[in-house]
């Protein structure tokens, strides 16, 4: 059975809950979100809560769209709006923060641009590909794979398989005990660094 709740609160903000078991893989397209805050609960139900800032915010939305097994998550403009054609408009439509708690043990793939993104949980498999911006992970359970461009990679974490290169940064590691958790974490040029977290 699926379930959808919608509100809006002040043309600013958007919160979705989704209940729906068949579901196994969540790809978000956050390229023009500003931050991203991952978590995993052991929960049947999908949080999304969003905050929407710019001077079209009160026609910017969150659009999901299930295609088989896979739910896609995107920003995306009401129906009924036209973007004017402003030079500076992409650069002042959106500003979005987000924040999204995942039932544990799916699949989750984040595509982003310029992005703030923190996660932290228990997933089946978790891929993250960023440019700029930064990237923070804390206590991952699965298998994490991380690419940026430039954008630092920042881990905390007491366990697990890690892998980590950085063509032209910087790479610290702290050791950690073995554990299930794969990881693999891979930039060009952000620098790339392990601290070690007490279990």
Known sequence: MTSLSTFVY???GVEKLLEDPS????FIEASQFSSLQLSSKVTKTLSVKAHLEGEYSEHQLLSFV???????????FSDDFKLPNDK????????IDVRAEIPEHMEVIVSGGTLQLTASGN???LQIRLNEGYCGLEKLAGTVSVFTTSAPIFLKQSS???TAQSTYGQVFLEPIQMGPAIIN????????????QQP
Not at 66 to 76: D, E
Not at 185 to 196: A, K, N, P, Q, Y
């Open 23 to 26: 579901l196994t893989q969540i």
């Open 10 to 12: 002040g043309q600013k």
């Open 123 to 125: 997933y089946k498999k």
């Open 160 to 162: 697990g398989q890690l």
């Open 185 to 196: 974490l891979s930039s060009v040029s952000g620098d790339i660094r392990l601290l070690s």
């Open 88 to 95: 500076l408009g992409a650069h002042k439509v959106f500003a």
């Open 66 to 76: 299930r295609k088989g097994n896979t739910l896609f998550i995107s920003p995306n």
